[in-house]
């Protein structure tokens, strides 16, 4: 691949299969130290000189560089990282090519909706890219409905000119543009950028009376030196109006209002006009003198008369608007909330086509006037009017004021208002108060959601057309006149009027506190008698909503009474859910308003510890256990289980929510997307046996709970313990035997020892024969089994009440997975020696050149598979892969396998390892200060390992074994004519614990345990307490002789006639401690417990 130096380049390396894998190029002369990748995935980022994009869609890395240098030649890897260990690659060879003619650089100018054609040189081989540089300077490919590529004539084609269409041209195709040539490759895709475009779009100069205009005429650099005019009118006619002298280099020069100025640096040629007047609007030229000719570049001034004219109108009427012209082919109405928009093609927008709309013209006045009739709510908005000197004309299209509605509430109470709009159900609505002169609009800022604006909450209901404004408490403040209404539009807006009243009255509003009890509970209100009753309940906003009718009767109470208008209503069927606060009031409705005047607030307490439900199940002593209490009508409240033969004193509950969390002998799990606490006994004991509470802390005073009572089982039979053991992608089989009545569960322990369920994608349930089934045996398949399928496993009987559901866990499986059964000689040829892939290759078990070899099979040719009895080769010559397949491993399998390409010569070698590790494990327990041997096979004297990892693939490094481990303890001895060596490991300690692999490349696991020995801690602590029983009964011994000796007064005369050492003799076995003596003499007495000596001294 090439590409030219201060071009582009765009490699894309495609990995269809590895979507969502890390991506990298990396240069190989650098031996790939510095891998670049983009870090984040489908978004660009800049790394070092290259910008790079990992597309997860298409499986593709993108890599951009901005402006090749001759450093940037190299061989390049572009690859993927498929696991930890394994990556695979396509190799690049970049080629930095010098050439004068590439990179070019283009500058084009176009005018707003004009048609720009850009003529490119390529390379004839290849195909014609054609892209944008975006804002971060990446080409990006261009919508092909914008461009229309057009080849140029045979002759001319030769060096393969093209030209691109870039039709309407808009502000926003302004910018840099690229073209060059794309090749692809099986894997890649390049794109070197050959050609850089700048294009600059000259849109209307647009300025108000009074302000000044900047006239930017942008000219090749070639022309520096050039003589620069701006005229009004081309410079080379007759009617043209030359502003100024021409200006040359780096110049300045002024006249009244003209100030011109030629930047030699920026190569941008600049008039200034300042106090624009109308007469400076029109069309104006740049030109460039040259020897015989002039070079033009057009723009227009358009001046945006400073006197507005603002109009405001009702539907149905009609108006006339005059507009001012300079030239009789340009009168222009145009409708847009900027001027600039209404210019294409150099020249202002056609007048509006409208069967509504007629223009008359004044040729003799340099007048025209539109007249609109009809005028609808639509037409209101932004005009401009005239050409090249604009008015702007704002049209305000109303409609009548709907209705005016007079209303009263009561101070310190509520009042909620809806005001109806229908047919504006998505548009903005606002209320607001008229003496403020509508200053302070409120709204609800979004809709269908209740939000809160100062003292008031309001609500925009876009299903109904509604908005619902509620004032809490109603203050003597809160009276006066309000608008309540809809913007339509910009410009127009529909309103209905509305005279709020707020009285003082000590009878209201009325505040009343309600007890009552689970079943049916009435509530009495009374309010004003001529209207109709309202009756709701706050809810967490404290916002007064709706009943439901079904849960609610309303009932009057006798005509005497009634004169006060009192109710009665009931709310059947209480519950916990039903505490709270109520109000009741009376309800009023008008043609576009409902007003509600909330007069009675009701505090509703419901007493309640209630019982929902009794449930009884069974489990097994030594099983798992798992509950699952429902509350779905209180999904983030508390909740808790507790034993109720403790008193409920001990109530467990997980502390946070939506996460395990573990609480003594028990996990638990508030799931608050569905209402549901988990309990999960790991292990259950006799102990577990009992009646719980599993409930719901519904409110400070109030709880509900279902009753469980739990029985233990005890039976030989349950739990079960079983031991599979899989290889990879293989389907295993697992067999269970529940109670017949329940219903299956399985399940496998995550990390935390918690069963949770399994994607039923991967588990597929199949029962047993009638015959065996009558104890419901049934069978479970994992299929395409991999490393993570490994761990503990559970079946056990499901059964479900109301409000519960019970999880008893019975079998318990340990699955094991052999990980491997085959293997792969991978022998990844270079991409870009094509002389290898229709090479034979062959895989050989030892060196294919030498005597020892041993041929698994004949050669392959390119895309072709053998097979024998286990060995299945493929030579992937697409991919550059040759690949050796082992299937039904044995010991014997293991070793050292090469793969050899046959050259002329010679032959390309690539060698692995093939480790087999065998089903039989070797489990050891020992205890701490004791010695262990382990004896290991090897087939190879040089390779001999025991190696201690959680994986047998740890224990692997550059393809050969680990070193032995290097410790004092441990120790080898090797019996080379048996193939086995023995590990010695002696003083064992607590941390030799572990799993260990033995052996090469034939491997054992062993599970090596090693306990503490309390023996000696128990031998040291008797020890300890007999020195100090002896200690004691010397002392008493020594104290009653001193007595005794001061009552004889006779000490002897000689040191030999007197005690000079005391020692206390202790048998070292406990049987023959009830003998045991105390014997003095003047030698010391040894035991093997402690010698203690006493020596006399003379006064």
Known sequence: MSGYSGGGLMIKCEHPQYKTKPKYICKESDGCSERKSPGVQDEWMENGDVSLYDDTRAGVLMVFFRELKAADAGTYRCGVNVSHYT??????????????????????????????????????????????????????????????????????????????????????????????????????????????IQLNIMPPVVSHEGESAEIICPYDSIYKSKPK??????????????????????KETKTDRLTLNDNVTASVFTGTITGLTAEDAGKYWCAVTLERDLNYLYTHLMVIMNEELNLTKYEGDDVSIQCK?????????????????????????????????SFSDEAS??????????????????????????????????????????????????????????????????????????????????QDEWMENGDVSLYDDTRAGVLMVFFRELKAADAGTYRCGVNVSLYTEIFTELQLNVKHDAKYPMDVTKTAYLGEVSITC???????????????????????????????????RNKKRVFTVSISNVSVRDAGVYWCGAETRDTYLTFISLTTKIQLIIISNAKVGVSRVSSYSGGGLMIKCEHPQYKTKPK?????????????????????????????????????????????????????????????????????????????????????????????????????KHEVHFCKEDDNHICQNISSSKVTQMSGSSERNEERVFTVSISNVSVRDAGVYWCGAETRDTY???????????????????????????????????????????????????????TVREEKETKTNRLTLNDNVTASVF???????????????????????????????????????????????????????????????????????????????????????????????????????TDLREEDSGIYWCGAPVITKVHLNVKRNFSMIIIISVCVILLLIGGFTLTVWKLKHKRRGDAHTHLPTINSDGLLYAAISFQSHEESLIDAAVRFSKDDIHSEYATVSHRMKHN
């Open 87 to 196: 990556e695979i690659f396509t190799e690049l060879q970049l080629n930095i090519k010098h050439d004068a003619k590439y990179p070019k650089s283009v500058t084009e100018f176009a005018h707003l909706g004009e048609e720009v054609s850009i003529t490119c040189q390529i390379p004839e081989e290849h195909e014609i890219h054609f892209c944008k540089e975006d804002d971060n300077h990446i080409c990006q490919n261009i919508s092909s409905s914008k461009v229309t590529e057009m080849n140029g004539s045979s002759v001319r084609n030769e060096e393969r000119v093209f030209t691109v269409s870039i039709s309407n041209v808009s502000v926003r195709d302004a910018g840099v543009y690229w073209c060059g040539a794309e090749t692809r490759d099986t894997y890649l895709t390049f794109i070197s950028l050959t050609t850089k």
């Open 229 to 250: 005019s701006l005229c009004k009118g081309k410079c080379s006619t007759r009617d043209r109006n030359t502003l100024s002298e021409t200006v040359r280099e780096e």
């Open 325 to 357: 012209h300079h030239d009789e082919d340009q009168k222009s109405f145009c409708k847009a909330h900027e001027a600039s928009m209404c210019v294409k093609d150099g020249d202002l927008l056609e007048m509006i086509r409208d069967d509504r709309f």
């Open 365 to 446: 006045t340099g007048v025209f006037t539109v007249n609109i009739t009809d005028l609808r709510e639509e037409d209101s908005g932004i005009y401009w009017c005239g050409a090249p000197v604009i008015t702007k004309v704002k049209l305000s299209v109303k409609t009548d004021k709907l209705n005016v509605s007079k209303v009263s509430g009561y101070s310190g109470g509520g009042f909620l208002i809806k005001c109806e709009h229908p047919q504006y159900k998505t548009k903005p609505k606002y209320i607001c108060k008229e003496p403020d002169g509508c200053s302070e609009r409120k709204s609800p800022g979004v």
């Open 526 to 560: 009374q309010i004003p008698e001529p209207y109709k009753v309202h009756f709701c309940k706050e809810d967490d906003n404290h916002i007064c909503q709706n009943i439901s009718s079904s849960k609610v009767t309303q009932m009057s109470g006798s005509s005497e």
């Open 640 to 740: 808790y289980i507790c034993k109720e033969s403790d008193g409920c004193s001990e109530r467990k509950s997980p502390g946070d929510q939506d996460e395990w969390m573990k609480n003594g002998d028990v996990s638990l799990y508030d799931d608050t997307r569905a209402g549901v606490l988990m309990v999960f006994f790991r292990e259950l004991k006799a102990a577990d046996a009992g009646t719980y509470r599993c409930g719901v802390n519904v409110s400070y005073y109030t709880e509900i709970f279902t009753e469980l009572q739990l029985n233990i089982k005890h039976d030989v039979k349950y739990p079960m313990d079983v031991t599979k053991t899989a290889y990879l992608g293989e389907e295993v089989n697992i067999s269970c035997q529940i109670p017949e």
């Open 804 to 858: 519960m559901t019970f999880i008893s866990l019975t079998t318990k499986i340990q699955l094991n997975i052999s990980e491997i059964i085959c293997v792969k000689c991978l022998c990844l040829f270079v991409c870009s020696a094509p002389i290898y892939k229709s090479k034979p290759k062959s895989l050989c078990k030892g060196k294919c050149s030498t005597r020892d070899r041993n041929t698994l099979s004949e």
């Open 883 to 985: 690949t050796g397949t082992i299937t039904g491993l044995t010991a014997e399998d293991a070793g050292k396998y090469w793969c050899a390409v046959t050259l002329e010569r010679d032959l390309n070698y690539l060698y692995t390892h093939l480790m087999v590790i065998m089903n039989e494990e070797l489990n050891l327990t020992k205890y701490e200060g004791d010695d262990v041997s382990i004896q290991c096979k090897h087939h190879d004297e040089d390779q001999k390992s025991f190696c201690k990892a959680h994986e047998a693939s740890m224990c692997v490094k550059d393809g050969d074994s680990l070193e032995t481990i290097r410790d004092d303890r441990f120790s080898f001895s090797d019996e080379a004519s048996t193939g086995v060596f023995t590990v010695n490991i």
